[in-house]
Nanobody, 122 residues
């Protein structure tokens, strides 16, 4: 059974930066795509970014392109999400998830972490 554990959330001022990390364990995710989603209070969980564990192919939601960067470290079994130029609208619980396909659809992700809170406020 695979496990994903997020870390790195916190409180940051508008315009600031934060780095999230997702540690994968319990099974090999080498054939999977690791994605980040976020869910703000009262809103649907939405896709943020994803990366192929195998070749590093990435995709981003339009709302974060140019501000967020997803990366992977195969030796440490971790996936990172660098958040920059943060806005109050980026406030949400951020989740790491794994899927067998490169997709933005949350129902295609089988494995999920517990989430980490990111709050952007002055």
């Amino acid at each position: 059974q695979g496990q994903l554990v997020e870390s790195g959330g916190g409180l940051v001022q508008p315009g600031g930066s934060l780095r999230l990390s997702c540690a994968a364990s319990g099974r090999t995710f080498s054939t999977h795509y690791l994605g980040w989603f976020r869910q703000a209070p009262g809103k649907e969980r939405e896709f943020v970014a994803s990366i192929s564990w195998f070749d590093g192919t990435t995709q981003y939601a339009d709302s974060v392109k140019g501000r967020f960067t997803i990366s992977r470290d195969n030796t440490k079994n971790t996936v990172g999400l660098q958040l920059s130029s943060l806005k109050p609208d980026d406030t949400a619980v951020y989740y790491c998830a794994a899927s067998r396909s490169l997709t933005t659809r949350k129902e295609m992700y089988k494995y999920w972490g517990q989430g980490t809170q990111v709050t952007v406020s002055s």
